[in-house]
Nanobody
Framework: QLQASGGGLVQAGGSLRLSCVAS?????????DTWTWHRQAPGKERDVI?????????NYADSVKGRFTISKNSAKKTIYLQMNSLKPEDTAVYYC??????????WGQGTQVTVSS
């Protein structure tokens, strides 16, 4: 029920905006949940990189702090990840999720981001 999109091939220093629609999540649950973006590079574990809380507060991994911004639109039930100043080491498959869905072991389709040097 989570569909991430917006990935692609970009040069180092460029920007991308990822979107994730929680189409089957009812609005009240969307608003009360904590949402996250994760990424998984080849041969590495899937790591959380950005979190947005029901209050709108955010938290970021050190590797993306100051470059990436997570946001949400409750009316559209969509989570966004604005990625600026991209680096080759940002190359990965990016996934969104929520704490509720993760507790059920549910993951949606990710989107590939490739940053060329």
């Amino acid at each position: 029920q989570l569909q991430a999109s917006g990935g692609g091939l970009v040069q180092a220093g460029g920007s991308l905006r990822l979107s994730c629609v929680a189409s089957r999540t009812i609005t009240s649950v969307f608003n009360s949940d904590t949402w996250t973006w994760h990424r998984q590079a080849p041969g590495k574990e899937r790591d959380v990189i950005a979190t947005i809380y029901p209050t709108g507060g955010t938290n970021y991994a050190d590797s993306v702090k100051g470059r990436f911004t997570i946001s949400k639109n409750s009316a559209k039930k969509t989570i966004y990840l604005q990625m600026n100043s991209l680096k080759p080491e940002d190359t990965a498959v990016y996934y969104c999720n929520s704490h509720t869905l993760m507790s059920r072991g549910s993951w949606g389709q990710g989107t590939q981001v490739t940053v060329s040097s």
